[in-house]
Every structure is written in C-alpha cells, then in structure tokens.
C-alpha cells in the first residue's frame, strides 16, 4: 500500500459559511503567509516520516483551496525535500489557455525535483468554471486534447505544430523537457462516466474523493468495466482513495479533536457549492427523513457520524484507524490512501500530533501490507 498525504491549503478562518462567490476582503494576507509556511513545514514533515507523496492540487476564488497554482507550491516543495514523490493532482488543463506553458512547467518541475512529479489532470468542478470565466460545455474536449499535446511536447524530440480544435501551434519544442521517461506518470481523478472512461482508455489511475464506501466501490467498478472494454485489467496502483484521517490516543480523544474542524471543513468550506450551485441554474435537492448515504445530501450538510458511519473519514486510535483504512482498501481494490491529515481549520500544532501519531503508530503496520 501507498501512502500519499494530500493537502488542500484550506483557509482556517472563516466565521460564516462560504457562499460563492466570497468576498475576498474575507482574506488576510498577513495570516496567509503563516498558512502558507505552516502548511510547508507539515509537508517536510511527510519526506521526514516516510510517506510516498505529497497530494496538492489546483482551486480558485474560494477558502476551500489556497492554491490557484499547485506548481508554484510543488516548485517550493521541490527544493526543500530530496526523496518524496510529489504528486500534482492535480492542474486544470482545459482551463489553461496555454497547454504548452503547462507542459513546460511540470518538465522544469520534474527537472527542480529530480524526476519526482506525478502529474495529475482533472476536468475540475463547475465552481472553477465560473471563477475563470470557462466553458464548461466543452470541457472534456479541451482536456483531452491539452493532454494530448502536453505528453506529446514531453515526449517528441523535434519541433512540430498542432492544428486542433481548441488549441494551435506553428512549431512546439519545449526546453526544458523531462527527466521522467518517457514523461512523468499522468493519473486522472474522475467521478463521472466520461471521466473514468477518459482515464481507463488511456490507462493511468483513478482516484475517488469525499464518497462513501458504498458509492466508491461503484466508482471503481465502473473504471474496471471501462478498462476491460479497452482491452486491460488494472491493479491496485491504478485506485487512489482520499480520506480525512485523524488519529489520537484513544477513540473519543480523536473525536474530540478532530470533529470541529471536519464541521468546518463540510459546513464551511463546502458550503460555497451554494452560491455556484444557484449561478449555475441548479436547485438544492430535498433533504429526505432517513439518510441513508452520505450521496443524498449535500456536502454542507454532512456531521461526523454520518462520515465515519460510511468511511469518508477515518478518526480514532491507532488500531482503530488501521484496522478501518486495511478493510476499506482491501474491500475497494485499492493501493493508494491518500490521507487529509489536516483540514477544515485544524491549528499547526495539532496537525503535526496527528502527523506524528500517524506516521509513528500506524504508517508502519500499513507500509507493510
């Protein structure tokens, strides 16, 4: 088993409930500069204690995610860590207007870090769609044919030009190129049809996020069936598992430490889908009586019982945690975890507990399996 610690950069200061669009005057640069350097200093953490990668990846105009660029944080990540992966999960590309300048971004990434990028695309959800003014209609399109011609400018030795749909070019011959041969492995998180299919045609790995244990073994199931429908079977290493992952001395502390900062995280953070979801023409569906999947209702309505009941989140006590993360992995077929081991509003200090706890009493037993 693999295990990736993905960070999101929240911003930990919110006092209403995010709504988008969110007034920026909500921002304090001042603060984010300790955010920025606390949540580096927890990634060195990761390469101190053993992980596999580090997860970041690409979000605008929202408190949810301070990274509108995860290449300049992975740029930063490159020169202060020697062995970890670190893993881009990943960039927008068809909200890049410029496919060619990613491209030459992640090969001078993969040159700065030593040949340790794992290079993520997504389609992205609507929000970043409204935020950057994109199309969302042909949004596949523009992703399948930007990573087209990324991994071609990666991997073509002499110049050449590009006559798409979306995307034009007289001549590409990108400097630098990467280390990573025949370029840095490409993984696409993906939740719908289009998106698992996209993934499994091309054969690089899938992930699942913020998706009950139930809905996730569909997930899976759906890319498996896509795959065999072009012709392979994939293993354990092409499914990628996100998780909030908090571990304490025994189950109760851990809740206690942990739940308010997943409500803020659900009721806070997510709650922006409000505001995109009404831009968007979309109406909110009606909570039912009996909740029986996490699927039913909508993220800001989430609490801790009903996530831990259905695996979104994995908080408790050494054996707890590693008992939960073996059966749920081993159940969805999966090989990488990918641990949110801060989140929501979480302090410093109490993120490097959960850090060291982890990495000390429950990262070796799972490295073993």
Not at 25 to 52: I, K, N, T
Request: aromatic content about 10%.
């Amino acid at each position: 088993m693999k295990i990736y610690a993905f960070d999101l950069m929240p911003w930990p200061y919110l006092d209403a409930a995010s709504y988008y669009p969110d007034s920026n005057g909500l921002f304090d640069p001042l603060r984010a500069q300790q955010v920025y350097a606390e949540h580096l200093d927890q990634m060195v953490m990761y390469e101190e204690y053993g992980f596999d990668a580090i997860g970041i990846n690409e979000h605008h105009a929202k408190p949810y995610g301070l990274m509108p660029s995860p290449n300049l944080v992975a740029a930063a990540l490159s020169q202060r860590t020697r062995r970890i992966k670190i893993a881009i999960l990943g960039n927008l590309p068809a909200l890049h207007d410029n496919p060619v300048r990613l491209a030459e971004e992640i090969a001078m990434l993969d040159c700065m870090s030593g040949g340790r990028i794992i290079s993520g695309f997504v389609r992205g959800v609507p929000q970043e769609y409204l935020a950057l003014s994109g199309s969302l209609d042909d949004a596949r399109e523009r992703l399948r044919e930007a990573w087209d011609l990324i991994v071609k400018a990666w991997t073509t030795r002499e110049p050449f030009d590009w006559r798409g749909k979306h995307f034009r070019y007289d001549r590409v011959s990108i400097w630098p190129r990467p280390i990573q041969q025949p370029h840095p492995p490409i993984v696409l998180p993906a939740d719908s049809d289009e998106g698992l299919e996209t993934a499994a045609s091309r054969r690089v790995p899938t992930g699942a996020a913020y998706r009950s244990l139930t809905r996730t073994k569909e997930i899976f199931e759906r890319y498996r069936g896509f795959a065999r429908q072009h012709g392979w079977t994939p293993g354990s290493e092409h499914f990628h598992l996100l998780r909030h992952v908090y571990v304490a001395e025994t189950n109760a502390r851990a809740r206690e430490e942990a739940e308010p900062h997943l409500d803020y995280f659900w009721r806070k953070l997510l709650s922006y889908h409000r505001g995109s979801m009404k831009l968007l023409g979309l109406s909110s569906r009606p909570r039912p009586a009996i909740v029986e999947l996490p699927e039913q209702i909508h993220f800001h309505d989430f609490d801790f019982d009903l996530t831990q009941k259905h695996g979104l989140t994995f908080v408790g006590d050494p054996e707890y945690v590693i008992h939960e993360i073996r059966a749920h992995m081993q159940e969805l077929g999966a090989g990488v975890l990918m641990g949110l081991f801060q989140f929501g509003s979480m302090p410093h200090a109490l993120a490097k507990k959960n850090i060291e706890l982890f990495a000390t009493k429950v990262l070796p037993a799972l490295k073993r399996d």
